[in-house]
């Protein structure tokens, strides 16, 4: 179902929906583009958010960008156990919701 061809029918978005995918894009670039935050941070956050949304193209795209920005694997690997403390974390902080008041 997941595979990075299926990309291909963003032109598809583009031809629909012009004017919102230009926003879109632009958008995207001023984001992701390197200022306060250089640009391999902001890929590494980006990776986080990927697995945090658990969008397979945003993995595969972001962590490609992380590494031509200089990421290193020790880096995307630190970046993937940020995601999974904090999923964790929710979890643990949600679950309070499930127990009675003694």
Known sequence: MYEMKH???IKLLDANAPEAMKA???F???ALAAGAIPAKYKELMAIAVAF???CPYCIELHTGRAREAGASEQEIAEAVLVTAALRAGAAITHGTHAMKTP
Do not use: I, N, R
Request: net charge positive.
């Open 28 to 30: 995207d670039k001023a």
């Open 52 to 54: 945090t949304t658990q």
């Open 24 to 26: 879109f894009w632009a």
């Open 7 to 9: 990309l291909s029918k």
